[in-house]
Protein backbone atom coordinates (compact mmCIF):
# COMPACT_ATOMS: atom_id res chain seq x y z
CA UNK A 1 0.00 0.00 0.00
CA UNK A 2 1.91 2.79 1.13
CA UNK A 3 2.70 5.68 3.99
CA UNK A 4 0.84 9.26 3.71
CA UNK A 5 0.94 11.34 6.50
CA UNK A 6 -0.09 14.81 7.31
CA UNK A 7 1.96 17.07 10.02
CA UNK A 8 2.48 21.03 10.47
CA UNK A 9 1.41 22.20 7.15
CA UNK A 10 3.04 19.35 5.08
CA UNK A 11 1.82 16.24 3.54
CA UNK A 12 4.27 13.92 2.97
CA UNK A 13 4.55 10.41 1.10
CA UNK A 14 6.45 7.38 -0.11
CA UNK A 15 6.58 6.37 -4.11
CA UNK A 16 6.98 2.60 -3.81
CA UNK A 17 3.63 1.13 -5.49
CA UNK A 18 3.56 -2.64 -4.81
CA UNK A 19 1.35 -5.38 -6.26
CA UNK A 20 1.12 -7.92 -3.88
CA UNK A 21 4.48 -8.59 -2.80
CA UNK A 22 6.08 -7.61 -6.03
CA UNK A 23 7.58 -3.95 -6.76
CA UNK A 24 5.55 -2.71 -9.43
CA UNK A 25 6.98 0.82 -9.17
CA UNK A 26 9.44 2.35 -6.83
CA UNK A 27 8.98 6.04 -8.06
CA UNK A 28 5.24 6.06 -8.35
CA UNK A 29 4.16 9.86 -7.99
CA UNK A 30 0.94 9.46 -5.42
CA UNK A 31 0.34 12.96 -5.74
CA UNK A 32 -2.52 13.85 -8.26
CA UNK A 33 -4.07 17.61 -8.53
CA UNK A 34 -7.39 18.02 -10.31
CA UNK A 35 -9.69 21.33 -10.75
CA UNK A 36 -7.13 22.62 -7.61
CA UNK A 37 -7.38 20.17 -5.55
CA UNK A 38 -4.43 17.90 -4.16
CA UNK A 39 -5.21 14.70 -3.57
CA UNK A 40 -1.86 12.47 -2.06
CA UNK A 41 -3.05 8.58 -2.23
CA UNK A 42 -2.67 5.46 -1.06
CA UNK A 43 -3.98 2.20 -2.44
CA UNK A 44 -3.77 1.37 -6.12
CA UNK A 45 -2.65 3.78 -8.56
CA UNK A 46 -4.87 2.15 -11.77
CA UNK A 47 -8.24 3.12 -9.47
CA UNK A 48 -6.88 7.09 -8.46
CA UNK A 49 -9.09 8.55 -11.50
CA UNK A 50 -12.62 6.61 -10.40
CA UNK A 51 -11.88 7.71 -7.04
CA UNK A 52 -11.32 11.82 -7.62
CA UNK A 53 -14.54 11.43 -10.04
CA UNK A 54 -16.54 9.84 -7.43
CA UNK A 55 -14.91 12.90 -5.08
CA UNK A 56 -16.15 15.49 -7.41
CA UNK A 57 -19.61 13.94 -8.03
CA UNK A 58 -22.62 14.32 -5.90
CA UNK A 59 -23.65 11.02 -5.82
CA UNK A 60 -20.34 10.24 -4.65
CA UNK A 61 -20.50 6.44 -5.52
CA UNK A 62 -18.00 4.48 -6.55
CA UNK A 63 -16.81 0.64 -7.46
CA UNK A 64 -17.15 -1.89 -4.29
CA UNK A 65 -13.75 -2.63 -5.42
CA UNK A 66 -11.73 0.15 -5.00
CA UNK A 67 -9.18 0.49 -2.21
CA UNK A 68 -7.73 4.26 -2.47
CA UNK A 69 -7.83 7.02 0.38
CA UNK A 70 -6.37 10.20 0.40
CA UNK A 71 -5.24 12.84 2.02
CA UNK A 72 -6.88 15.91 0.55
CA UNK A 73 -6.15 19.63 0.16
CA UNK A 74 -8.80 21.57 -1.29
CA UNK A 75 -6.76 25.00 -0.93
CA UNK A 76 -8.76 26.09 2.43
CA UNK A 77 -8.66 22.65 4.47
CA UNK A 78 -7.10 19.41 4.81
CA UNK A 79 -9.25 16.16 4.49
CA UNK A 80 -8.89 12.67 5.15
CA UNK A 81 -11.04 11.19 1.82
CA UNK A 82 -12.21 7.32 1.94
CA UNK A 83 -14.62 5.00 0.62
CA UNK A 84 -17.21 3.00 3.19
CA UNK A 85 -20.90 1.37 1.88
CA UNK A 86 -19.38 1.85 -1.75
CA UNK A 87 -19.41 5.57 -1.47
CA UNK A 88 -16.60 8.38 -0.92
CA UNK A 89 -16.59 10.68 2.25
CA UNK A 90 -14.43 13.42 3.88
CA UNK A 91 -13.11 13.90 7.40
CA UNK A 92 -12.09 17.55 8.00
CA UNK A 93 -8.05 17.21 9.45
CA UNK A 94 -8.29 20.51 11.61
CA UNK A 95 -5.30 22.70 12.09
CA UNK A 96 -2.61 21.78 14.48
CA UNK A 97 -3.58 17.68 14.32
CA UNK A 98 -1.82 15.29 12.61
CA UNK A 99 -3.36 12.27 10.67
CA UNK A 100 -1.87 9.30 9.17
CA UNK A 101 -3.01 7.05 6.43
CA UNK A 102 -1.94 3.48 4.74
CA UNK A 103 -0.12 0.36 5.57
CA UNK A 104 2.77 2.07 6.95
CA UNK A 105 0.28 4.61 9.39
CA UNK A 106 0.80 2.88 12.91
CA UNK A 107 4.81 3.35 12.79
CA UNK A 108 4.08 7.16 11.28
CA UNK A 109 1.61 7.84 13.67
CA UNK A 110 4.15 6.79 16.66
CA UNK A 111 6.57 8.50 14.86
CA UNK A 112 5.03 12.23 14.85
CA UNK A 113 3.77 11.24 18.33
CA UNK A 114 7.42 11.24 19.29
CA UNK A 115 8.34 14.67 17.30
CA UNK A 116 9.15 13.18 13.77
CA UNK A 117 7.86 15.58 11.22
CA UNK A 118 5.96 14.32 8.50
CA UNK A 119 8.75 14.10 5.85
CA UNK A 120 10.47 11.80 8.91
CA UNK A 121 7.61 10.06 10.05
CA UNK A 122 7.07 8.21 6.27
CA UNK A 123 10.99 7.47 6.18
CA UNK A 124 10.64 6.20 9.89
CA UNK A 125 7.37 3.65 8.59
CA UNK A 126 9.54 2.84 5.64
CA UNK A 127 11.81 1.23 7.80
CA UNK A 128 9.49 -1.49 9.01
CA UNK A 129 6.54 -1.24 6.52
CA UNK A 130 7.26 -3.49 3.69
CA UNK A 131 4.90 -1.85 1.53
CA UNK A 132 6.32 1.70 2.32
CA UNK A 133 9.84 2.97 0.91
CA UNK A 134 11.49 4.97 -2.22
CA UNK A 135 11.56 8.79 -2.25
CA UNK A 136 9.57 10.80 0.11
CA UNK A 137 7.26 13.75 -1.55
CA UNK A 138 5.89 16.23 0.24
CA UNK A 139 2.78 18.90 -0.39
CA UNK A 140 3.15 22.40 1.06
CA UNK A 141 -0.35 23.05 2.58
CA UNK A 142 -0.72 26.99 3.09
Not at 58 to 85: L, P, R, S, Y
Not at 101 to 108: E, K, L, R, V
Not at 119 to 138: P, S
Request: one cysteine or more.
Amino acid sequence: MTTVVYKDGIIACDSLATASWTIADPDCDKRVTRDGVTFVFCGRPDQYDEFMDAYFSETKEIHKNNECAAIVFDGEKVWFAGIADERVFKYHIKKGKTYAIGSGQDHAWTAMDMGASAKEAVRIAAKRDAATGGKVRTVKVT
